[in-house]
């Protein structure tokens, strides 16, 4: 699939689905997710591409959450063979997703697997792991598409290392995509630092994003109010399945609320500008106050501070703001108490 020198429309957030591993290696649980995924309104559904023998060594040790959440697992070897799909699986995900009309990626964790992405997708989404992994990340740009990389575990000079390299593999500025996140599943509330997001869309000039791990729906739909341009969540058909990433995903209910959320933030966040919006014009005829006399006064008073006042009124006259530009004028004639001014009752 040709996408070189391409860059992401982001005309509005670019919201992926993580299904991850969460198939538990069966291609029938994986065409489940994706309909799901379509039916919430995403705009990709996301798993992850690799061959177990490439990817890890046999006796690598399993962390906490994987522990925690994928009991009588022994090592991550054993478990990530029992979840690895196939090339041809994937070839059919795809042929899924683009008869259920939505965007199909998959993160490759090693160079043979991004080599066979590069032939079925128009971009890469390459994850906290290979943040560091320079030689690989120069390896992607070469295939000239653009890479959303996560950013989780590294530190701003880690993260420059990593932008540089794909830079050095030929991508352009704007084809690079950064996303905050913090890797724990699920990661607590006082290690998220959503304003990282910002300090690193400042110093290396991209478009950005946040990969969320927490458990819930807030901390996304935050991010986006803060200018988040992409989400990635996990989610799962149910948090009580076994599998190291069920747990701190979102069932399809959750998913769903959070992407009506992100798209009502969207609306909300406007143009910058500070104006009336078409809808408070009708109600500022009736909410805004004009300027009454207080009392009786006769021709040529010059009115003073202490003789004005506002109210609410849908008559036409003088707005309360305008209030300095009468004082010290005089009247035209005499007006009675309680009624409202307007330009033409003054000298002006």
């Not at 478990?79 to 939505?102: N, P, R, T, V, W």
């Not at 200018?227 to 969540?233: H, L, N, V």
């Not at 009506?260 to 014009?281: H, L, V, W």
Request: charged share 30%; with cysteine.
């Amino acid at each position: 699939m040709s996408a070189r020198n391409s860059t992401m429309n982001l005309d509005r957030v670019y919201i992926i689905a993580e299904a991850g591993v969460n198939h538990n290696g069966d291609i029938q649980l994986a065409k489940e997710l994706i309909k799901v995924a379509k039916a919430c309104g995403v705009d990709a559904v996301k798993f992850q591409t690799w061959n177990t023998d490439i990817l890890i060594d046999k006796e690598s040790i399993l962390a906490d959450y994987q522990k925690a959440n994928a009991p009588g697992e022994t090592s991550q070897y054993e478990m990530l063979k029992k979840l690895e799909l196939s090339q041809a699986d994937f070839i059919e995900l795809k042929a899924y997703c683009d008869m259920e009309k939505i965007e199909f990626l998959s993160t490759p964790d090693e160079l043979d697997s991004a080599k066979f992405l590069d032939k079925i997708q128009d971009k890469f989404k390459i994850g906290s792991g290979e943040l560091t992994n320079t030689l690989y990340l120069k390896q992607v740009a070469k295939f000239g598409k653009p890479v959303i990389l996560s950013t989780g575990m590294g530190d701003m000079r880690e993260v420059e290392e990593g932008v540089n390299a794909l830079l050095e593999g030929g991508l352009m500025k704007n084809q690079i995509y950064l996303l905050h996140a913090t890797t724990e599943y699920p990661a607590p509330m006082n290690e998220i630092n959503l304003k990282a997001m910002l300090t690193l869309k400042d110093k290396f000039q991209v478009e950005v994003g946040y990969s969320d791990h927490t458990e819930g729906i807030e901390v996304p739909i935050a991010a986006v109010a803060m200018g988040a341009r992409i989400i990635e969540k996990h989610f799962t058909l149910d948090k009580a399945m076994i599998g190291p990433d069920h747990k701190a995903s979102l069932n399809p209910t959750e998913l769903k609320a959070m992407v009506m959320a992100i798209r009502n933030i969207e609306q909300a966040m406007g143009d910058g500008i500070k104006k009336p919006t078409k809808s408070e014009m009708k109600n500022k005829l009736v909410v805004r106050k004009k300027i009454f006399l207080m009392k009786d006064c006769a021709k040529d008073y010059q009115i003073t501070e202490e003789d004005i006042y506002s109210k609410r009124t849908n008559k036409e006259g003088l707005e309360a703001n305008a209030y300095k530009s009468i004082i010290g004028k005089k009247l035209k004639h005499a007006i009675t108490a309680h009624t409202i001014l307007t330009n033409q009752d003054l000298i002006l």
